[in-house]
């Protein structure tokens, strides 16, 4: 394994620059996800540490060793790809040893890590098969397993679970995280699943056109997002928002109505100062029916438009001087549309962005 060092990293078509000079250390064994919308640069990056993409300016180091112009077989990473990128006539095992077989290894060897490959990975059973044998999920366990038994300093994932169903997609992350447990080699993962990135990341690295909002553990960024864009992308449903104006220690909303400021971020805005209050739906529920209501709070009477039923929980739609706010109710309640119900908004969890910029006040 072996530390990934991108240092002012960018990439142009021509005129046009999709990577905007990124800096970025990747330590070894860690796990880093690439998180953003389509177009925001992730995969772009990817490919420019694999080799797959020229580097327009900038470094990429792998293991200490500037990579800029080595060819991918010479940057000792392996990639896995959406598609799988399997031989259709090669069965399972052959499909593992490949890449061991062009690189000259003996037959012993090959046979040996395409063993250990099958046992982590659950697939000695199915050696003799042939892809079009294998469920979705097997398959990309293979298209990993081809990657494993190169023994690589690093493996890249470029959104390998897309063409999955939801419950392959739950499982299948389970498979990626246990893998990295056991082999602890530094991995590189691109999604533009929010949810991926929570569970499996080490750390997250929020992209948005060609440039990095935001690095940190998941929780850092769920709980701390630096500006407007992480808030509403990381974390489902997103974020609330709500714009109001500094007035007297406290929010002013559009209608008049007012939510004390966050205590923690009391003396962070000016009076007069527009700011927009963001507060996630786990973090206002109908009195009483929260997952905590320890702390400082504020309490608004607000009517119910509509009422998603999800189990023990129900996702509740009501409105906040005009803007819609989604809020979570817990526990076996129904509640319908046009019930008048006392919402309790958790202050201590609560954010404040500024509004001409979108930062965090915390990070101001």
């Not at 992350?173 to 699943?193: F, N, P, S, W």
């Not at 808030?231 to 220690?249: D, H």
């Amino acid at each position: 394994m072996a530390e990934i060092t991108l240092t002012g990293v960018e990439k142009r078509y021509g005129a046009l620059r999709v990577v905007h000079g990124i800096d970025l250390t990747i330590a070894q064994g860690e796990f880093v996800v690439l998180v953003g919308p389509s177009g925001c640069g992730k995969s772009t990056t990817l490919r420019m540490i694999a080799g797959l993409e020229d580097i327009s300016g900038g470094q990429v180091r792998i293991g200490g060793r500037v990579v800029n112009d080595l060819p991918p077989r010479k940057r000792n990473i392996s990639m896995v790809f959406q598609n799988y990128a399997l031989y259709p006539h090669m069965n399972v095992r052959d499909n593992l040893g490949f890449g061991l077989k062009i690189a000259g290894q003996t037959p012993d060897m090959i046979a040996k890590r395409v063993d250990e490959a099958a046992q982590i990975l659950g697939l000695a059973d199915l050696l003799d098969r042939t892809p079009a044998e294998l469920s979705g999920g097997q398959r990309q366990r293979v298209a990993m397993g081809r990657a494993i038994v190169r023994h690589p300093d690093a493996f890249l994932f470029d959104e390998p679970l897309s063409n999955l169903d939801a419950k392959l997609r739950g499982q299948m992350r389970a498979e990626i995280k246990k893998l990295h447990q056991q082999v602890k080699t530094t991995v590189v993962y691109v999604t533009h699943d929010q949810v991926e990135a929570m569970t499996l990341a080490d750390r997250i690295v929020v992209m948005r056109d060609g440039q990095i909002e935001q690095v940190g553990t998941p929780m850092q960024v769920f709980n701390h997002p630096a500006n407007i864009f992480v808030a509403t992308f990381i974390g489902s449903p997103p974020m609330n928002l709500l714009p109001g104006t500094i007035s007297g220690g406290a929010v002013r909303l559009a209608d008049g109505s007012a939510v004390p400021v966050p205590p923690r971020l009391t003396g962070r805005a000016a009076e007069g100062q527009a700011v927009t209050l963001g507060i996630r739906a786990d973090d206002i529920s109908p009195v009483g029916h929260g997952l905590s209501q320890d702390g400082p709070g504020a309490e608004l009477d607000l009517s119910v438009v509509l009422a998603e039923p999800l189990g023990m929980e129900s996702l509740i739609y009501t409105r906040v001087a005009g803007q819609e706010v989604q809020a979570k109710l817990y526990g076996p309640r129904l509640v319908n549309p046009g019930d008048r119900l006392t919402f309790r908004l958790a202050l201590d969890r609560a954010h404040l962005f500024d509004a001409a910029s979108g930062r965090s006040l915390e990070a101001i």
